[in-house]
């Protein structure tokens, strides 16, 4: 084991921590330029469909945990969609096929054109492909909607037939594949490789594939940019960030970094004790795949390897690496339906919940809470990475009443075009 210490939680939750010697901010180990996220927000910020998502204090949560206090930056509808994954993919898809489009046409390419279909001639057979456990795919699908493009999506065996469901209702051409997620990556990267028409739009790096997933997430880097100017000035102490590949917590880790500098709050990863690959990677001290069927609730976590972009990063910045039993999401999915006090309902699916079951692990664990210094001076940030993605293990999770009461009784509408 590469500088941590390891400790098995001994509170109500099952789950393992790593307690992390964090290397000083190296700017060679950013999963992106600062101007490169400046350029996704020059960009995403003129979309009309643009707003920035809400963060929100829980006071009441914050005292129940014995915390200073907690806020949730709640991406349950991010550009129309319900998950923060629609900053990075939607991006990425548009900025590769108007760079495309550049090549063919030898004109500038405007995102609203782009967006509202008026290059779909240009674009007779290229189609958007990628592997996901479900929002990613969603959210490029969407992007290949609009812009009038075909869209292949490849999903492991794991996805719910209700989020499968969802990705056919946006047009795309889905591909089941009788393996775990990154079984699946190689298959759709396989493919991919053999057709000229295919651009890939992965959220995960190899040593090969890189630039798709830095404007992935120089995307995500934007919702950094909003807490900050939410916040005025104020810099939360530790931030609880859910890793499937590693994409969002190697994002914000870089823009907090690049932005307060050594301000920067406490990064505690939260994984799944059966799709660990971070946690796994950090006792290591290398990039390491992990084996196992991977089958988690938490699906939008379950992945093998570590993203290469975001590994290096990772490696070095990371506080803490929890790694939690299924459980405790779905009490943290309650918890946020069933909120204490005066503090507002939040509308987590099982993925989305993953941050705050982390934090709820670690509270009941006294030895941990000392370690990673989560006591009444802690201000700790909270991602809600996902709305109710699927309607009916919402339900199912958070009880048929309650969910009338939140409004989730129907499944979304996924037919209405996103306004760019």
């Known amino acids: 084991m590469t500088n941590s210490t390891f400790h098995k939680l001994s509170g109500p939750f099952e789950g393992d921590v790593l307690i992390c010697d964090r290397k000083p901010i190296a700017p060679e180990v950013a999963a992106y330029p600062l101007e490169d996220a400046q350029r996704a927000f020059d960009r995403i910020s003129t979309w009309p469909a643009y707003s ?15 915390l ?32 495309l489009l550049e090549e063919r046409t030898g004109q500038a390419i405007n995102d609203r054109d782009l967006l509202t279909g008026q290059y779909q001639e240009h674009l007779r057979g290229i189609y958007l492909t990628c592997c996901t456990d ?43 594949i009788d393996g775990i997620y990154d079984e699946a990556y190689e298959i ?73 500098g050594g301000r920067s709050p406490k990064p505690i990863i939260v994984e799944p004790l059966s799709a660990d690959c971070v946690f796994t990677s950090k006792v290591a001290g290398q990039e390491v795949e992990i084996e196992g069927d991977l089958e988690t609730i938490m699906g939008g976590l379950s992945c093998a390897a570590v993203s290469h972009v975001a590994w290096p990063i990772l490696s070095q910045r990371v506080a803490g690496c929890l790694r939690i039993a299924d459980d405790v999401a ?20 099982e993925t989305g919940g993953a941050g705050l079951a982390g934090l709820m692990a670690l509270a009941g664990d006294q030895e941990a809470r000392r370690a990673l210094a989560l006591d009444s001076t802690a201000r700790v940030l909270i991602f809600n990475c996902e709305g109710a993605t699927d309607i009916g293990a919402y339900r199912q999770i958070v009880g048929d009443a309650r969910s009338d009461e939140l409004g989730i009784s129907e499944p979304v509408d996924r037919s209405a075009q996103m306004s760019v």
């Open 134 to 176: 479900g929002n990613h795919g969603f959210s490029v699908a969407r992007a290949a909607r609009m812009m009038g493009c075909g869209c292949k999506i490849y999903i492991p065996r794991g996805v719910s037939a209700a989020r499968e469901q969802a990705l056919r209702d946006e047009g795309a051409d889905v591909v089941r």
């Open 52 to 66: 920035v998502t809400p963060l929100i204090s829980l006071p009441g949560l914050a005292a129940d945990l014995g």
């Open 68 to 99: 200073g206090g907690v806020w949730c930056k709640d991406e349950g509808r991010r550009l129309g969609l319900a998950s923060f994954k629609a900053m990075g993919a939607i991006y990425a898809s548009v900025a590769q096929i108007s760079e």
């Open 188 to 260: 759709a990267a396989r493919d991919a490789a053999a057709d000229a028409g295919a651009v890939v739009i992965s959220d995960s790096a190899t040593r090969e594939y890189t630039r798709i997933p830095r404007l992935v997430m120089a995307g995500y880097s934007i919702m950094v940019r909003e807490i900050l100017d939410q916040l005025d000035g104020e810099v939360p102490t530790h931030v609880m960030l859910p890793a499937g590949c590693g994409g969002l917590a190697g994002a914000v880790m870089t823009a907090f970094d690049q932005r307060v």
């Open 330 to 349: 779905v009490e943290a999915m309650r918890a946020l339906a069933n909120p204490k006090g005066d503090d507002p309902a939040i509308v987590a699916g």
